[in-house]
């Protein structure tokens, strides 16, 4: 009897370890938007997660001149497609000056890197045409 008792503590072990991994597994296969903004010769890396919701996710300031709204759409493991929108600060109103979608399928690269999805971009907007630099990569995998 008490080989049987060892026998289903280890099976309740197991179980427990088993469900953890499930629940774990999505984080580890989260599908991630990483952005590098370039403005006035500071680059920021901004990291945006796939959201159910499109509406909630705010903008991101850069330097007070730019806003810069990157927007995943979809579950940890598959995209619906992806918003970029940038806006240009004038007189303290937001003036959108790029909005960019991206749609599925995406070719991802056989050895498993990140996927390139913007190239780099470069936008001027304002009177002093003031110069914006951005890239975008999707991830996939351990985040």
């Known amino acids: 009897m008490a080989g049987m008792q060892g026998f289903r503590s280890w099976r309740g072990v197991s179980v427990l370890v088993g469900l953890l991994g499930l629940c774990l597994a999505p984080a580890w296969a989260q599908v991630q938007l990483r952005c590098d903004v370039t403005y006035a010769g500071a680059t920021r890396t901004l990291v ?8 909630g996710v705010a903008a991101e300031d850069i330097r007070g001149r730019f806003r810069f709204k ?27 000056v790029q909005q960019a979608k991206y749609l599925p399928p995406f070719a991802w690269p056989a050895h498993g890197g990140p996927l390139p999805l913007t190239g780099e ?23």
């Open 48 to 55: 945006a997660r796939p959201v159910a919701d499109p509406y």
């Open 70 to 96: 990157a927007v995943v759409v979809g579950t940890p493991d598959r995209v619906e497609h992806i918003n970029l929108y940038i806006y240009q600060s004038n007189a303290g109103q937001m003036l959108l």
């Open 121 to 143: 971009q470069h936008l001027y907007a304002g009177p002093m045409e003031r110069e914006l630099i951005y890239q975008c990569h999707l991830h996939r995998g351990l985040s």
